[in-house]
């Protein structure tokens, strides 16, 4: 009988240096989708980030706006006829930069927060038009329709504020 241990070692050899290389290449392709599912990990947080950021702006500067219009339109009650006129023109312009913020709100948010926009949006254009019913005739009527109408724009900057807050809260 010819010696096979010259043989076996050879075999277990080949079979050594078989199984390395198979867990060396097995080992290199785990640490590779690892990797790669680190640095999506990585960019779907960063892309997360960048979203909320910039819907965080987005609401920032709606609400700042919408702050703006019911600022400028709360001394109004007490103005002479020419002087609403005057109110009206700046409310407008007031009112265009507001509906820029909702446009992109409407872009950025998520539909509750565009709902509670384009509400905000909707009771503008009501207070230009029960502003320009002031600034036409200053009677009784139309100022007390004008103060509630701006009643219910201020009444409405919480829930879009709410809105807002719970939506950033959920990302």
């Known amino acids: 009988m010819p010696d096979n241990s010259l043989f076996i ?14 867990a060396s290449w097995l080992t290199s392709r785990g640490n590779a989708h690892a990797a790669r599912i680190q640095v999506e990990a990585g960019t ?24 703006v219009v019911a600022d400028g339109l709360r001394g109004v009650d007490a103005l002479s006829t020419a002087e609403a006129g005057t109110a009206l023109a700046a409310h407008r312009d007031r009112h265009q930069r507001l509906r820029r913020a909702v446009t992109l709100i409407d872009l950025e948010g998520p539909s509750t927060v565009q709902v509670a926009a384009s509400n905000l949006l909707i009771m503008s254009g009501t207070l230009t038009t029960a502003l320009a019913a002031t600034a036409e005739s200053a009677c009784r009527e139309n100022r007390r329709e004008f103060r509630e109408t701006l009643r219910a724009y201020i009444r409405l900057i919480g829930p879009f504020v709410d809105a807002a807050a719970a939506a950033l809260d959920e990302r």
């Open 9 to 22: 070692a050879g075999l277990t050899g080949v079979t050594a240096i078989a199984a390395s290389s198979l």
């Open 44 to 67: 779907e947080a960063q892309r997360r980030d960048g979203v909320r950021q910039t819907r965080r702006a987005a609401y920032l500067a709606l609400i700042e706006q919408a702050q």
